[in-house]
């Protein structure tokens, strides 16, 4: 079915419409457009087999509640006849232009989780990645079953991981505490878990790594038996102190690698973290050749930072080449959805509808899905 869009609309409308000889004497239809309201607008275009047509639109007779008739380009017989949709239809318009968009609930994080489930199908996003302290001591099968009423994929559970430690009981409680994650996981519906791999202040990154494989390899059987996926997620060096000894995209192929290259264990590209990498574009394509790209998390890199954790940008607000680095990915063999990931005080302080239209104007743009 062609789509078409008009910026800024929301009100959507289905026209059907017919085409002269010049298509071959067929018939063509129907094309999906959103309005917000009549007057704003001057024209729309669609597209159509991959042929771009751009209308004048010089006749609206509507209002907010229903839209009468729209007649295009009388001269040459265009004419245009459309109803509005219900909120079902509605919300399968908005997944077919955001069938890619998902966002974590830790980018709305003043949201509880039954307001990411009722808000984001609303702005069309089709995925959701969970974490963890959601859940809190939520049933996790109604978590599942809500998720999927709410008409939004399940993309991953955020997160796992943290497994060096300077004592063998730490290392444990680690590896204990990614099979709980691996549990959660299948129970939610969710086929990824996020591993944010961890480090130690004083204890060398070469050990670390070492106990991070180590750790993954411990807990590879359990997520295999759940037929659930772990996703390494390289960390910028600045966090190599605490957060995770796993910083480019080579070291989490090496650690791939190391375990044998097994189908349940891949990486999750995030570009806040890697996109300083002058090896990136290579380690993408090498974990598209082994089926490794598991992920594609996005935000920007805003200068100046003024807080290494909590002060990521919307896409387009920072330095990052966000869609070049899509582009790679995509190119390398990844079809799955663009996971919105953003830590920002200053966005969790604003009122997160506003937030949230923000995070899906600024997608479209990058993305450019309206053309």
């Known amino acids: 079915m062609p789509i078409g869009f008009l910026d800024g609309c929301e009100l959507p409308v289905v026209l059907w419409y017919h ?3 010049r298509f071959h004497g067929r018939d063509i ?100 990645s969970i974490w963890r302290q959601m859940l809190g001591g939520s049933d996790l099968s109604d978590v599942g079953r809500q998720t999927k009423e709410a008409g939004l ?15 063998s009981s730490g290392r444990q409680a680690a590896i204990d505490d990614n099979r709980t994650a691996i549990e959660q996981a299948h129970a939610i519906g969710a086929p990824l878990v996020v591993l944010v791999c961890g480090a130690v202040p004083g204890q060398s990154l070469t050990e670390s790594r070492k106990q991070i494989t180590d750790g993954i390899s411990a807990v590879l059987p359990a997520a295999v038996q759940a037929g659930v996926k772990l996703a390494i997620e390289p960390l910028h060096p600045m966090y190599a102190d605490d957060r995770s000894a796993v910083n480019t995209m080579r070291q989490a192929n090496e650690i791939c690698d190391a375990l044998g290259s097994p189908s349940a264990l891949g990486i999750a590209v995030d570009v806040y973290h890697v996109w300083w990498d002058p090896e990136l574009q290579e380690q993408i394509e090498l974990a598209g050749r082994t089926s490794r790209l598991l992920a594609f998390h996005i935000c920007d890199w805003k200068t100046p930072t003024t807080d290494l954790l909590n002060d990521r940008g919307l896409m387009g607000e920072g330095c ?7 582009d790679w990915v995509d190119a390398a063999g990844f079809t799955g959805h663009r996971e919105v990931e953003i830590f920002s005080d200053r966005w969790w302080s604003i009122d997160q509808n506003v937030f949230l239209e923000k995070i899906v104007s600024s997608y479209e743009e990058v993305f450019k899905v309206k053309a």
């Open 19 to 21: 085409f002269s000889e």
């Open 29 to 128: 239809g129907p094309i999906l457009l959103y309005f917000h309201s009549a007057e704003r607008f001057s024209g729309f275009s669609v597209c159509i087999h991959g042929r771009r047509l751009i209308y004048p639109l010089l006749k609206i007779e509507s209002n907010r509640a229903k839209m009468s008739r729209v007649l295009v380009n009388p001269s040459k017989g265009w004419l245009f006849g459309y109803h509005s949709l219900d909120a079902s239809a509605t919300l399968g318009l908005q997944k077919h232009r955001m069938k890619r968009l998902c966002i974590h609930t830790v980018t709305t994080k003043p949201w509880s989780l039954a307001q990411c489930l009722d808000e984001f199908p609303k702005r069309g996003v089709s995925g959701i």
């Open 153 to 167: 994929e399940v993309i991953s559970l955020c997160r796992g991981g943290f497994f060096p430690a300077s004592t």
């Open 320 to 326: 990052i080449n966000i869609r070049q680095i899509s």
